[in-house]
């Protein structure tokens, strides 16, 4: 049987090393459910940037020879500039 320990204005539970490593929670965000008879503690396995490196990687190769000049000569063309007063 576990207590509640109070921490500050909240409270925690220590939670068994074997209980830890059978449920994969090792340097892991968790997430809490509350559920019929209790709370559900489990791994947050949130996974937003899966895929982007090769993602990445195969948009640069689709366009590795396209030119995208027309955002960069406008931010280089300097001729609004006449008027301004350094």
């Known amino acids: ?9 909240s409270h925690g539970i220590r939670i068994p090393k074997p209980f830890i490593n059978a449920a994969k929670l090792q340097n892991s965000n968790l997430e809490f459910e509350v559920v019929n008879n209790g709370l559900l503690v489990k791994p947050n396995r949130n996974k937003t940037r899966e895929g982007w490196a090769e993602n990445i990687s195969q948009v640069l190769s689709e366009n590795k020879n396209n030119k995208d000049d027309g955002l960069l ?10 008027d301004f007063k350094w």
């Open 73 to 82: 000569n406008d931010m280089l063309d300097d001729s609004d500039l006449q």
């Open 1 to 9: 049987m576990y207590n509640l320990i109070k921490i500050g204005s």
